[in-house]
Structure formats: structure tokens, C-alpha cells
């Protein structure tokens, strides 16, 4: 029992996070299925079982409006503890007479768990709409072995009334269904019979108000209401239409008293063990049907999200391509800073050259004087072009987002809901200006990779061996002009130029040994990660992050299979 008990609890809290999608197709019933099935799960799955199955057996009577519930409460309960009234639905909180020795069952919070409950002074607060939350009355009684609950009607527009009456038919043992000639085929009430049934509960129809036409109504009952279901012969009392202004508690106790034996003969311990297990086939084929629907609701979610970042991906590798497409006179401006910051001349004939390591970089920095200027304003054009870019793409995804919204709106009342929510939010207006905020927050960013990589190129320079030479040298050869252009870049010897041949070799071997072209294809790397990462952000903020928030919370798939799992392989032990 305590390892079953231990997964029964562990298995409770997961049933509490299977819950429908907002705005669902059937969704509101489907979460009133749910609480349901919670609630027959914690009454009878686990709080009976925790009480080994002991004693008292709960009997609740219900049913129809104007049946005489509460006279047929009281009259099994052998005292007015309820309150009969005239109107239609007015029962409003449940009355519950009990054992005083079952007193402790009575007070436990787990019975009935959620409902406040005290004492039964006057009856009349019986008819009083209950104030913050469901609140039922108990009148402890010497002797006798039933709890008996008198519930509110199933078939009133009070729709409180019917939820009240669930959860007394969870908590249930025994059902004393009252009815009527001229209710007894009212859809309402049979279909609360009908649960009470399937749950197998231990049924007891009483006939109210009978006349001449008793066995015509009972045959007709039998017929067309027990006998597609689960017969009840033998089970059902019969009550004759009274006189206006007799006592009926006192004319009740005859027609009533064979009822009230029978339900005292019940074996409390068997028939509540073998509600649980009946409970909890219940739960299981209802938890199972759930599981699967708010499964299905959570697969549309995901694969419309799932949509999406593919659209993102597909315009992310877009903006990439185009991005690769142009250079990068960032790079070229810092390349240019770190050159000035040694005093190395720029030449034109010499940085146009076709160098083998610089290649990519030289061949953009041009002008003696003002290479550095260049290189910046080059860097400006292309990041606003860049910044107009991303824009433009995040506000062509966020319409692409919002016109598929709309399309699935038309057939799915899941995605109505969701187009609702992301047509009103973040999702509405332009992303163009929220773009360029977005970047201008990433600049400080950008602007710390750039100074971090001119110190690194510094860094690299001052630490090698090489450095004094290449200081020296480079000034005086690069001054030389486009005769030793190529032999200083490329390594080559020409017929005038043979005394620059040891000066080419050494600046080659700087070249290598300082940077060499994996270091500037590292650097080319993570620039394009650091614009990559830009792009993910903004997309992300300006539509990612909104249609996440315009969708409904879904429970993780994986998460339902292994409490689907772990239902069925529960079962209440011997």
C-alpha cells in the first residue's frame, strides 16, 4: 500500500498540470472534465486508500429540481437536518448528517477538499448562496453508520448548483438518485444518472410523487433509461403523491425505511474499495481521452511555432549571404589604426598589392593619409545598410507571422484566439523603430569587440620577436614605392630590387609568425557571429518573443505521455 501510495501522490501532482489550451475547441468543457477526474482521483484513488477503505459509507442523495431531495434526505437521515423548499434550485450548500464517531472524517480537509465547512444551526442557512467559495453544514447525530450529504439539484440554470453536485457524486459511495413522473426523462438528470453508473456507485432510485400512473412511469423509467445503461431493479422505492398539507417526514418514513436498511447493509470497506477501483478506470479512460486532446491542441502549437523559426532561419541565412557578399571596413579600419599606431606608412601601390595574408584587408584600405577616415566611413555606410536590413526583414517576418495567424483563425478556434492576442500586442505596428533601438543597444557591444581586437593586433605586434626589424625596415621600404611593392608582400625577387630581398623575407616572415591568414579568418569569423547574434536577437525580441507570448501555455508532450504512462500502470492494490 505505501509504494502505491507514494505514486499515487506523485501522480496527483502531475494530473494537476494537464490542463486545456486557452481558446481550444471544447475547451471550457474539456476543463471541466479535468477538475472532475482531479477531484474523483484525489476523493476515492488516494484519500480512501490512505484510510485503508474504513467506514463511513457516503451516500448522497441528488437529483432534479422540485423532486423532494431534501424531504427524502431527512427522512433517511430520520431527523429534519435539511431545509425543503418550494422554489426550484434552492439548495444552495450541502447538508450533511453524520455519526458522531465519524466526526474526524467529517472535519478532515481531504473530504470534500476545498470546501469550507462548520456546524448546522439553522437549517435555513441551507438556502444561502454560499459567500467566497463552496461551504457545506454537518449535524453530528448519535448512532447509525451512514454520512449522508443532501446535494443541490442537477438541472437548475443555478449552474453552480450542478458543479456542487459533482463533486458530492466524487466523494460518493452510494447514490440516492430522487425522481419524478414529470422529471425522470429530463436530459439533465438522466445524464447525472448516467455518471453515476458509469462510475459504478452504488445506485438507489427513489420515485417521488406517484399516483395511479406508478407502474406505467416506473416501466417506462426502467425501459428506456436503466436498461441501455445499468439496470437498478430492485432498487427503486416508490413514494406516494401525498395530500396537500400532510406530514410528509412522518408519511415518508414507510415508503422510505427499505431504502435506508439496504444502505446500512452495505459493507462499507468492500464497496468503497471497489469504488476506488471503479474511480480510478474512470479516471483513467477520461484522463486518457485528455491527454490526447490537449496532446493534439499542443502539437498545432508547436508546429506553428516550429513554422516559424524556420521562416526565421530561411531569413537569417538570407541576411548572412548578403552580409558575406560585401566587405568588412571595420576590420579595415582597425587593420589601419593599429598600422598608425606604429607609424607604419599606408601606400597605396603597397596595400593594393596581392598579398597572401592581408589579401582581404589591404586590398580595401586605400590612401596615403586617409585610409583610417575611409575605413570608418566605409564601416558607417555598411552598418546602415545593415541596421535597414535587419529592420526590413524583422518586419517582414512579423507580417508573414500575422497573416498565417489569420489564415489558421479562419478554421481553428485555438489560433482565433491567438491571432486576437497578437494582432493587439507586440506583434500590431511597425518594427522598424523598435529595430534601430534594438541595434543602437547592441553598439556598446560591437564597439568593445573592435577595441578589444585593436589591442589584440597590438598585443600580438609588441610581443614578437620580429617587432624591431619590422619596425625599422617597414617605414623605409614601404616608403620605397610600387618597385618593391610586390617583393615586400609576395616574397619575389626582381632584377632591381635584389637588396630588398632579406627586407621581404623578414616582413613575410612577420607577417606569418605575428598574424597569419587563420588568424584574420578567426577575426572574420567571429565578426559574422557577432552580426549573426545581432540579427537573432532583434528577430527574437520583435517576433519570437511576442508570438510566444500571444500563444496559449502548453504543457510539455513528453510530460503527458509519462503521466498518461504512469496512470495506466496504477492500480489499487488487493
Same mark, same amino acid.
Given at each position: 500500500?505505501?509504494?502505491?501510495?507514494?505514486?499515487?501522490?506523485?501522480?496527483?501532482r502531475?494530473?494537476?498540470?494537464?490542463?486545456?489550451?486557452?481558446?481550444?475547441?471544447?475547451?471550457?468543457?474539456?476543463?471541466?472534465?479535468?477538475?472532475?477526474?482531479?477531484?474523483?482521483?484525489?476523493?476515492?484513488?488516494?484519500?480512501?486508500?490512505?484510510?485503508?477503505?474504513?467506514p463511513?459509507?457516503?451516500?448522497?442523495?441528488?437529483?432534479?429540481?422540485?423532486?423532494?431531495?431534501?424531504?427524502?434526505?431527512?427522512?433517511?437521515a430520520?431527523?429534519?437536518?435539511?431545509?425543503?423548499?418550494?422554489?426550484a434550485?434552492?439548495?444552495?450548500?450541502?447538508?450533511?448528517?453524520?455519526?458522531?464517531?465519524?466526526?474526524?472524517?467529517?472535519r478532515?480537509?481531504?473530504?470534500?477538499?476545498?470546501?469550507?465547512?462548520?456546524?448546522?444551526?439553522?437549517?435555513?442557512?441551507?438556502?444561502?448562496?454560499?459567500?467566497?467559495?463552496?461551504?457545506?453544514?454537518?449535524?453530528?447525530?448519535?448512532?447509525?453508520?451512514?454520512?449522508?450529504?443532501?446535494?443541490?439539484?442537477?438541472?437548475?440554470?443555478?449552474?453552480?448548483?450542478?458543479?456542487?453536485?459533482?463533486?458530492?457524486?466524487?466523494?460518493?459511495?452510494?447514490?440516492?438518485?430522487?425522481?419524478s413522473?414529470?422529471?425522470?426523462?429530463?436530459?439533465?438528470?438522466?445524464?447525472?444518472?448516467?455518471?453515476?453508473?458509469?462510475?459504478?456507485?452504488?445506485?438507489?432510485?427513489?420515485?417521488?410523487?406517484?399516483?395511479?400512473?406508478?407502474?406505467?412511469?416506473?416501466a417506462?423509467?426502467?425501459?428506456?433509461?436503466?436498461?441501455?445503461?445499468?439496470?437498478?431493479?430492485?432498487?427503486?422505492?416508490?413514494?406516494?403523491?401525498?395530500?396537500p398539507?400532510?406530514?410528509?417526514?412522518?408519511?415518508?418514513?414507510?415508503?422510505?425505511?427499505?431504502?435506508?436498511?439496504?444502505?446500512?447493509?452495505?459493507?462499507?470497506?468492500?464497496?468503497?474499495?471497489?469504488?476506488?477501483?471503479?474511480?480510478?478506470?474512470?479516471?483513467?479512460?477520461?484522463?486518457? $481521452? #485528455?491527454?490526447?486532446?490537449v496532446? +493534439? &491542441?499542443?502539437a /498545432?502549437? !508547436?508546429?506553428?511555432?516550429?513554422?516559424a @523559426?524556420?521562416?526565421?532561419?530561411?531569413?537569417?541565412?538570407?541576411?548572412?549571404?548578403?552580409l558575406?557578399?560585401?566587405?568588412?571596413?571595420?576590420?579595415?579600419?582597425?587593420?589601419?589604426?593599429?598600422?598608425?599606431?606604429?607609424?607604419?606608412?599606408?601606400?597605396?601601390?603597397?596595400?593594393?598589392?596581392?598579398?597572401?595574408?592581408?589579401?582581404?584587408?589591404?586590398?580595401?584600405?586605400?590612401?596615403?593619409?586617409?585610409?583610417?577616415?575611409?575605413?570608418?566611413?566605409?564601416?558607417?555606410?555598411?552598418?546602415?545598410?545593415?541596421?535597414?536590413?535587419?529592420?526590413?526583414?524583422?518586419?517582414?517576418?512579423?507580417?508573414?507571422?500575422?497573416?498565417s495567424?489569420?489564415?489558421? $483563425? #479562419?478554421?481553428?478556434?485555438?489560433? +482565433? &484566439?491567438?491571432? /486576437?492576442? !497578437?494582432?493587439?500586442?507586440?506583434?500590431? @505596428?511597425?518594427?522598424?523603430?523598435?529595430?534601430?533601438?534594438?541595434?543602437?543597444d547592441?553598439?556598446p557591444?560591437?564597439?568593445?569587440?573592435?577595441?578589444?581586437?585593436?589591442?589584440?593586433?597590438?598585443?600580438?605586434?609588441?610581443?614578437s620577436?620580429?617587432?624591431k626589424?619590422?619596425?625599422?625596415?617597414?617605414?623605409?621600404?614601404?616608403?620605397?614605392?610600387?618597385?618593391?611593392?610586390?617583393?615586400?608582400?609576395?616574397?619575389?625577387?626582381?632584377?632591381?630590387?635584389?637588396?630588398?630581398?632579406?627586407?621581404?623575407?623578414?616582413?613575410m616572415?612577420?607577417?606569418?609568425?605575428?598574424?597569419?591568414?587563420?588568424?584574420?579568418?578567426?577575426?572574420?569569423?567571429?565578426?559574422?557571429?557577432?552580426?549573426?547574434?545581432?540579427?537573432d536577437?532583434?528577430? /527574437?525580441?520583435?517576433?519570437?518573443?511576442p508570438?510566444?507570448?500571444?500563444?496559449?501555455?502548453?504543457?510539455?508532450?513528453?510530460?503527458?505521455?509519462?503521466?498518461?504512462?504512469?496512470?495506466?500502470?496504477?492500480?489499487?492494490?488487493?
Amino acid at each position: 500500500m505505501d509504494a502505491y501510495l507514494r505514486k499515487a501522490r506523485e501522480l496527483e501532482r502531475k494530473l494537476a498540470e494537464v490542463r486545456p489550451l486557452k481558446g481550444s475547441a471544447g475547451g471550457e468543457d474539456l476543463a471541466a472534465e479535468i477538475a472532475f477526474l482531479r477531484r474523483l482521483f484525489a476523493a476515492k484513488a488516494l484519500f480512501e486508500a490512505e484510510r485503508g477503505f474504513a467506514p463511513p459509507l457516503v451516500a448522497v442523495v441528488t437529483g432534479g429540481t422540485n423532486v423532494g431531495k431534501s424531504e427524502v434526505f431527512n427522512a433517511i437521515a430520520g431527523s429534519r437536518v435539511a431545509a425543503p423548499d418550494p422554489r426550484a434550485g434552492m439548495t444552495r450548500r450541502p447538508a450533511v448528517s453524520a455519526p458522531e464517531k465519524d466526526a474526524g472524517f467529517v472535519r478532515d480537509p481531504r473530504f470534500l477538499d476545498g470546501y469550507e465547512r462548520s456546524e448546522l444551526g439553522d437549517p435555513a442557512i441551507l438556502n444561502v448562496p454560499p459567500g467566497r467559495g463552496p461551504t457545506f453544514h454537518y449535524r453530528l447525530v448519535p448512532g447509525g453508520r451512514l454520512l449522508l450529504v443532501d446535494s443541490p439539484d442537477v438541472d437548475s440554470n443555478r449552474t453552480e448548483n450542478l458543479e456542487i453536485a459533482k463533486d458530492l457524486l466524487a466523494a460518493s459511495d452510494a447514490v440516492v438518485f430522487v425522481t419524478s413522473p414529470s422529471k425522470y426523462n429530463d436530459e439533465a438528470c438522466v445524464r447525472f444518472l448516467e455518471k453515476a453508473l458509469v462510475l459504478g456507485r452504488e445506485v438507489f432510485v427513489v420515485f417521488n410523487f406517484l399516483g395511479g400512473e406508478a407502474d406505467a412511469v416506473i416501466a417506462d423509467f426502467e425501459a428506456a433509461v436503466l436498461a441501455p445503461r445499468t439496470a437498478v431493479r430492485g432498487r427503486v422505492s416508490r413514494v406516494p403523491r401525498f395530500p396537500p398539507g400532510a406530514d410528509v417526514f412522518g408519511s415518508l418514513a414507510g415508503p422510505v425505511g427499505p431504502l435506508a436498511k439496504a444502505l446500512e447493509a452495505l459493507d462499507p470497506v468492500s464497496v468503497k474499495r471497489a469504488q476506488a477501483a471503479a474511480s480510478l478506470a474512470a479516471v483513467k479512460k477520461g484522463f486518457g $481521452a #485528455a491527454i490526447a486532446a490537449v496532446s +493534439a &491542441e499542443a502539437a /498545432k502549437i !508547436a508546429r506553428f511555432s516550429s513554422d516559424a @523559426g524556420s521562416w526565421v532561419a530561411e531569413a537569417r541565412t538570407g541576411y548572412l549571404a548578403a552580409l558575406d557578399a560585401e566587405k568588412y571596413p571595420e576590420m579595415e579600419s582597425v587593420f589601419a589604426e593599429v598600422l598608425d599606431h606604429f607609424k607604419v606608412p599606408v601606400v597605396d601601390d603597397v596595400l593594393k598589392a596581392p598579398g597572401r595574408v592581408f589579401k582581404w584587408i589591404a586590398a580595401r584600405i586605400q590612401g596615403e593619409g586617409g585610409a583610417e577616415n575611409k575605413a570608418r566611413a566605409a564601416a558607417s555606410r555598411r552598418m546602415e545598410r545593415d541596421m535597414k536590413r535587419i529592420a526590413e526583414t524583422a518586419d517582414m517576418l512579423r507580417l508573414r507571422v500575422l497573416e498565417s495567424l489569420f489564415k489558421a $483563425a #479562419a478554421s481553428d478556434p485555438l489560433f +482565433a &484566439e491567438v491571432q /486576437k492576442s !497578437a494582432s493587439s500586442g507586440p506583434l500590431a @505596428g511597425p518594427a522598424e523603430r523598435r529595430a534601430e533601438a534594438l541595434w543602437a543597444d547592441s553598439e556598446p557591444g560591437f564597439a568593445r569587440w573592435i577595441d578589444g581586437k585593436r589591442s589584440e593586433m597590438i598585443e600580438k605586434i609588441e610581443a614578437s620577436p620580429n617587432l624591431k626589424a619590422f619596425i625599422k625596415t617597414s617605414k623605409a621600404a614601404l616608403q620605397v614605392g610600387a618597385g618593391v611593392a610586390g617583393v615586400l608582400i609576395t616574397g619575389g625577387v626582381g632584377p632591381t630590387d635584389l637588396v630588398t630581398a632579406p627586407l621581404a623575407a623578414k616582413l613575410m616572415q612577420y607577417a606569418i609568425e605575428t598574424f597569419g591568414s587563420a588568424y584574420f579568418q578567426g577575426v572574420r569569423s567571429e565578426y559574422r557571429s557577432l552580426h549573426a547574434g545581432r540579427f537573432d536577437a532583434i528577430v /527574437k525580441r520583435l517576433v519570437l518573443d511576442p508570438l510566444a507570448e500571444s500563444m496559449p501555455q502548453a504543457p510539455d508532450s513528453q510530460a503527458l505521455e509519462e503521466t498518461g504512462r504512469a496512470l495506466l500502470d496504477l492500480e489499487i492494490p488487493a
